[in-house]
C-alpha cells in the first residue's frame, strides 16, 4: 500500500504539471490567434497528426516538460529547506577577493532560491561566488522587494564592491530597480534577465498582491522602470527570453529597446 500511494502520487503530480502545460499553452495560443494580423499557419492535415512529429520536437516537447517537473520539485523542496536555514545562525559577512565579483541571483514570481539550485551550482563550480536573494512577503510591491534586496547585499558584501546580478522572471525587474535605485555604495557591473518581462504580462491578474500589479503593462512601476535612460543601468546588459513564452503575454513584453546592450533569444 504505502508503494502503491507513492506511485498514485507521482502519478498525480506529473499529470498535474502536464495539464498546466497545456494550459499555459492554450492561453498563450488564445492570445496569439486573436491578433488582428493573425493567420493560420498553411499546413497539410496530415501534418497535424502526431506521425508528423519530429524527433526534435519531441524532444523538446519532453525537456519542456522535465524542467517544468524539476521547477516545482525545486519550488517544493524549498520550503523545508528555508525553515531548517533559518533556524540556523545567519552569515554577516563573506569571505571574497576585493577585484572579484559577486554574483547574485533572484528568482520570479512565487519562486524560490532552490529553483535556481543547478544554474548557482554550475557558477560555484565555475569560481563564481553566488549569493541567492529570495524576495519576501508576496503582498510587497517590486520596489519593496529591490530594497529588500539592498539589505540583503549590504549584509554581506563589502562596501564598493562588484556585483552581477541574475534575475528569473519578475527577479530580473527586482535586479534593474535595485540597480538603478538602491545600489549607490556598489558598482553592478551587468545585469542578466531570464525570461523577464520587461513591459509586463496580462497574467498578472492571476497573481496576488502589490508585485502582481506591479506585473500589469502599463502600471506605474512599469513606466518609472523603463523610462529610465541607459546612464542608469550597467554597461553589460544581456537579456534571454524565449520567442514562446506562455507566461509573458504578449512574448513582445521581453524586449526592452532602452538598454545599450540587449539580445533575445
Not at 540556523?88 to 569571505?95: D, E
Not at 557591473?189 to 509586463?200: Q, V
Not at 513584453?253 to 545599450?260: E, I, K
Request: aromatic share 12%.
Amino acid at each position: 500500500y504505502p508503494m502503491a500511494c507513492i506511485v498514485f502520487l507521482f502519478t498525480s503530480f506529473v499529470l498535474l504539471v502536464f495539464v498546466f502545460r497545456l494550459f499555459a499553452y492554450l492561453v498563450r495560443w488564445l492570445e496569439i490567434s486573436n491578433r488582428p494580423d493573425f493567420q493560420l499557419p498553411c499546413r497539410s492535415p496530415s501534418a497535424w497528426l502526431p506521425a508528423s512529429l519530429s524527433a526534435a520536437q519531441i524532444l523538446a516537447l519532453v525537456m519542456e516538460l522535465a524542467s517544468s517537473f524539476y521547477m516545482v520539485v525545486a519550488w517544493l523542496i524549498g520550503f523545508p529547506k528555508n525553515f531548517w536555514l533559518k533556524s540556523r545562525k545567519p552569515c554577516h559577512s563573506l569571505l571574497r577577493k576585493k577585484e572579484s565579483p559577486v554574483v547574485v541571483l533572484v528568482p520570479g514570481y512565487l519562486m524560490n532560491g532552490t529553483t535556481l539550485w543547478v544554474l548557482s551550482q554550475r557558477l560555484k563550480r565555475d569560481g563564481f561566488q553566488v549569493l541567492v536573494f529570495e524576495p519576501g512577503n508576496i503582498m510587497h510591491s517590486i520596489d519593496r522587494h529591490a530594497r529588500d534586496l539592498g539589505d540583503f547585499v549590504k549584509a554581506v558584501v563589502p562596501r564598493n564592491g562588484l556585483l552581477v546580478l541574475i534575475g528569473h522572471s519578475m527577479g530580473g525587474l527586482i535586479c534593474r530597480q535595485y540597480a538603478a535605485r538602491y545600489a549607490e555604495d556598489y558598482t553592478v557591473t551587468s545585469i542578466i534577465t531570464l525570461g523577464t518581462p520587461h513591459r509586463g504580462t496580462m497574467l498578472w491578474s492571476l497573481g496576488i498582491g502589490a508585485a502582481a500589479h506591479d506585473l500589469r503593462p502599463g502600471s506605474t512601476f512599469l513606466k518609472q522602470l523603463n523610462s529610465l535612460g541607459s546612464p542608469e543601468h550597467p554597461r553589460q546588459w544581456v537579456s534571454l527570453a524565449s520567442d514562446f513564452d506562455e507566461l509573458v503575454i504578449p512574448n513582445e513584453s521581453v524586449s526592452y529597446t532602452h538598454l545599450r546592450a540587449h539580445e533575445t533569444v
